[in-house]
């Protein structure tokens, strides 16, 4: 089975850090490109960040850029997400979520963890 | 930056109605745009990427069409287990990927 499995969220205070991981199983991790997708509480979703199958290119979204790092380790077949300098509108579920794609460059999530929770409170 | 904008932001149906969502594209996408649905409590799930194309086991009563700046998710006949929230998104120019608000469908 198919599966995504985050964890590292919880309560930290604002200017802190957090690590999220993502363990991926049941398909060959390494062979794909990779999204974090966050959801304030009662809002919609976020694309954050994103990296190459081979940990090559990582894209981020222009809010997070210098806070946020996205970084893998194929032979553990895990996702991460570094976290930096933490601001109350951080709070959210933070998703992990395989890339697939019909065309190259054109990638959609067709995989979705049932994500961690982020919250950012003094 | 694509903005999309989903409408109505709530329709309500009743049991074994047609439902259509709207999802336009401040500019063109092509046909890079995926539908995703999500019921309270659980993660997003996949129903059309391609602007057309079901993702497995998604059942044949979801269908999306358009390309371009507009498209649409129709259910043909709504059942119990399609309430929820139903999000758009490009993945036409990235970065970043972006999503509609959503619309949620909910029972009459």
């Known amino acids: 089975e198919v599966q995504l499995v985050e964890s590292g969220g919880g309560l930290v205070q604002p200017g802190g850090s957090l690590r999220l991981s993502c363990a991926a199983s049941?398909?060959?991790?390494?062979?794909?490109?990779m999204s974090w997708v966050r959801q304030a509480p009662g809002k919609g979703l976020e694309w954050v960040a994103n990296i190459k199958e081979d940990g090559s290119e990582k894209y981020y979204v222009d809010s997070e850029k210098g806070r946020f790092t996205i970084s893998r380790d194929n032979a553990r077949n895990s996702l991460y997400l570094q976290m930096s300098r933490l601001r109350t509108e951080d709070t959210a579920v933070y998703y992990c979520?395989?890339?697939?794609?019909?065309?190259?460059?054109?990638?959609?999530?067709?995989?979705w963890g049932k994500g961690t929770t982020v919250t950012v409170s003094s | 930056e694509i903005v999309m904008t989903q409408s109505p932001v709530t329709l309500s149906v009743s049991l074994g109605e047609r439902a259509t969502l709207s999802c336009r594209a401040s500019?063109?996408?092509?046909?890079?745009l995926a539908w995703y649905q999500q019921k309270p409590g659980q993660s997003p799930r996949l129903l059309i990427y391609g602007a057309s194309t079901r993702a497995t086991g998604v059942p044949g009563r979801f269908s999306g069409s358009g390309s371009g700046t507009e498209f649409a998710l129709t259910i043909s006949s709504v059942q119990s287990e399609d309430f929820a929230v139903y999000f758009c998104?490009?993945?036409?120019?990235?970065?970043?990927?972006?999503f509609g608000q959503g619309t949620k469908l909910e029972i009459k």
């Open positions: 500019q063109s996408v092509g046909s890079h």
């Open positions: 049941g398909f060959m991790f390494r062979a794909y490109w």
């Open positions: 979520a395989r890339n697939d794609y019909s065309v190259r460059w054109y990638y959609y999530m067709d995989v």
């Open positions: 998104q490009q993945y036409s120019k990235w970065p970043p990927y972006t």
